[in-house]
């Protein structure tokens, strides 16, 4: 409840300010539709990076404004516009689409009010694997696995809850970075957002957690010189992988575990 009140607070916030600054200092009215431009373009290249973005914004907490700043730099961009229209019903109806875009930004970001438990209470085992026993929990699976091979233990429903998963809509990359950054806390790892090439995924003992893109499916790998050990959470154990199958289905972008 917290983070959404916050989120849909500071979209409020931010157009009341641009409203006041419309109309009790009209020379700066420039510069703060500069700022907003700034923040929607910004967001808009790093939505194609998410290298760069996880890099800049490495906290757990960035996923909740993740998806927030085009309603904020929209909302920004009504709250300046209301007090120069010089027509009265015009200011009214852009008042309203500001109220609608607000509107519109609570439900986007209703997700925040709580998601069901998703997984069973079960870590994985002395190999480190742990099947899926749903269709939305491959990469808190994956990222059980993966942070297995590094100590920590965890269950496929908690991996779920630090990664906000959601029924119906899986795990994003981020939601699975924020995930690994939760369950590594306080300790010698951390993750990283990096592009890789299936080379780099074969470094011995390196673990990564990737995306098979064309199946929107969330895997471990842990490279073994020459290939890698594969946790598919639709699988019952690990298997073997070679650099060559690992090279038709990686999609390039993996969240790599790597000593702090």
């Known amino acids: 409840m917290l983070p959404w009140l ?3 607070a500071l979209g409020l916030v931010g157009c009341l300010i641009a409203l006041f600054v419309s109309l009790r200092f009209p020379r700066h009215r420039l510069l703060v ?3 907003a431009l700034f923040v929607l373009v910004t967001k808009s290249v790093l939505s194609n990076l998410p290298v760069e973005e996880a890099a800049l914004f490495p906290w757990p907490w960035y996923i909740y404004l993740q998806e927030y700043w085009v309603v904020f730099g929209g909302l920004i961009f009504l709250g300046l516009a209301i007090p120069q229209l010089p027509v009265r019903w015009n200011q009214i109806a852009v008042a309203l689409v500001a ?4 509107v519109v930004g ?3 970001t ?3 009010l709580g998601t069901e438990p998703l997984g069973a209470e079960v870590a994985p085992d002395s190999t480190h694997h742990l099947s899926q026993s749903t269709g939305y929990t491959c990469a808190p699976c994956a990222c059980a696995s993966a942070v297995s091979h590094v100590g920590v233990q965890m269950t496929e429903r908690s991996m779920a809850a630090a990664c906000l998963t959601r029924k119906n809509r899986g ?3 981020f939601n699975t970075y924020r995930g690994l950054a939760i369950a590594l806390g306080g300790t010698a790892w951390r993750p990283r957002v990096r592009r890789v090439t299936p080379d780099d995924l074969l470094v011995k003992d ?5 995306d098979f893109p064309d199946l929107r499916h969330a895997i471990t790998v842990v490279g073994l010189g020459d290939a890698v050990t594969l946790h598919d ?3 019952r154990y690990p298997i073997r992988m070679s650099r060559e199958d690992l090279a038709l289905r990686y999609g390039g972008i993996a969240v790599v575990l790597e000593l702090r």
């Open 6 to 8: 916050f989120v849909n």
């Open 33 to 35: 539709a500069g700022l």
């Open 99 to 102: 109220l609608g875009l607000l």
């Open 106 to 108: 609570g439900q986007w």
């Open 110 to 112: 209703s997700w925040m």
């Open 171 to 173: 795990t994003t990359l």
């Open 206 to 210: 390196q673990v990564a957690v990737i």
């Open 233 to 235: 959470p639709l699988l």
